[in-house]
């Protein structure tokens, strides 16, 4: 990669330039539903403006596009004679943060309209505006019941009852906001990004965070990762004893015995193993079933694929991967064959550097 890297600052969280810091030993990450990250050390001596919490730090490709970086979390830390940095991505402000807003007691919401109000809330605290444009994405799934106790009949004539109420946000229980989110983006589920870039006149960064049901991303079928070609050291497989179940004992809502359950298992040569499987938000065997058997059909007890490193290819360029897209990975490791397609989950780069590491998940 040619050209020159700048790393740009501002006040926060007026926004206001503040000017430029030199970096090095820059690593830059990318992450699927968290807070992206950068960390490096200051190159001289810090400006005297370089504080935690006071200001960002963000890095721009020789393109003149923004690529990573967020809220400086910690400086003044020595890396040999150098001062160190380290940057959260703007997704990682409400964790560990309490909701002290009004009480609320939410029936039939968008969890992504509670995401939206969430950051309303943070953003409209003294000194909490970080001016992050959350998307206006939508899904039809809905949290919080008026009842307390919930009750429903299952396509069997089983009658299922569970423990509900409200979606509730209250100062005393709600106190990490940030989780709140992220539980919301498991169970319903999304998935969140940030999106930050200059804006037309190239002045201020305008910051977005981007909301996907139920996912971001695409699978790319137009890119090829192959070891041994572009993806440049051979690739760790990960086991587990939870790799391997020959069936899945799923449970879904209700409680007791009326609880919605499914039984299902599959033709295996080995002993018999079996998961638990929980899916609270599955009131249909049907539902239930669905995605139990999707997450039995893995459990072979073949070692996973979760990480691999990349070089920059006419295959596939660096710059065509995204955090959330979906790449079919081929070649061989040992006795096992890893044709298989994953999700990115992150990606970690570094300027000037013509290698990324990817986490993976499975798919």
């Not at 050209?3 to 600052?9: A, K, M, P, S």
């Not at 960002?56 to 979390?73: D, K, M, R």
């Not at 041994?228 to 809502?253: C, F, R, S």
């Not at 790449?327 to 970690?348: H, K, L, N, P």
Request: with cysteine; glycine share 10%.
């Amino acid at each position: 990669m040619a050209g020159t890297w700048r790393y740009v600052c501002f006040a926060e969280p007026s926004g206001a330039y503040l000017g430029e810091v030199q970096l090095a030993g820059v690593r830059l990450t990318e992450v699927l539903s968290g807070p992206d990250r950068l960390t490096g050390t200051v190159v001289g001596d810090a400006p005297a403006w370089l504080r935690p919490w006071e200001c960002s730090v963000y890095a721009e490709n020789p393109a003149g596009q923004v690529a990573v970086g967020g809220l400086l979390t910690a400086a003044g830390g020595v890396t040999g004679q150098r001062v160190a940095v380290d940057v959260m991505g703007r997704a990682g402000y409400p964790g560990e943060m309490p909701w002290l807003g009004d009480t609320q007691a939410l029936v039939q919401v968008d969890p992504l309209a509670v995401v939206r109000m969430i950051w309303a809330h943070l953003q409209s605290q003294p000194n909490g505006n970080l001016r992050v444009q959350v998307d206006s994405t939508t899904s039809p799934v809905r949290v919080g019941t008026d009842a307390e106790q919930v009750e429903f009949t299952t396509e069997t004539g089983e009658s299922v009852s569970f423990e509900a109420g409200p979606f509730r946000l209250e100062w005393w229980s709600t106190t990490d906001l940030g989780s709140t989110i992220d539980k919301l983006a498991t169970e319903t589920p999304f998935d969140y990004a940030e999106d930050t870039s200059w804006n037309a006149d190239r002045t201020a960064l305008v910051h977005r965070l981007r909301l996907g049901y139920p996912a971001l991303g695409a699978r790319r079928t137009d890119l090829r990762l192959v070891v041994g070609e572009n993806v440049i050291l051979t690739p760790d497989l990960t086991g587990g004893d939870d790799l391997y179940a020959t069936e899945v004992h799923a449970l879904g809502a209700g409680t007791g015995r009326t609880r919605v359950r499914a039984q299902l298992t599959r033709a295996a040569a080995g002993v018999r193993r079996v998961l638990v499987y929980t899916d609270t938000s599955a009131r249909t065997r049907d539902d239930l079933s669905t995605v139990a058997r999707a997450d039995l059909a893995w459990r072979d007890g073949s070692p996973l694929l979760d990480q691999i490193t990349v070089i920059d290819h006419p295959n596939t360029p660096i710059a065509a991967l995204a955090a959330g897209d979906e790449v079919f990975v081929a070649g061989q490791v040992g006795d096992y064959a890893i044709d298989r397609w994953v999700r990115i989950t992150s990606i970690e780069t570094s300027p000037g550097s013509d290698r990324a590491v990817l986490d993976l998940v499975e798919v």
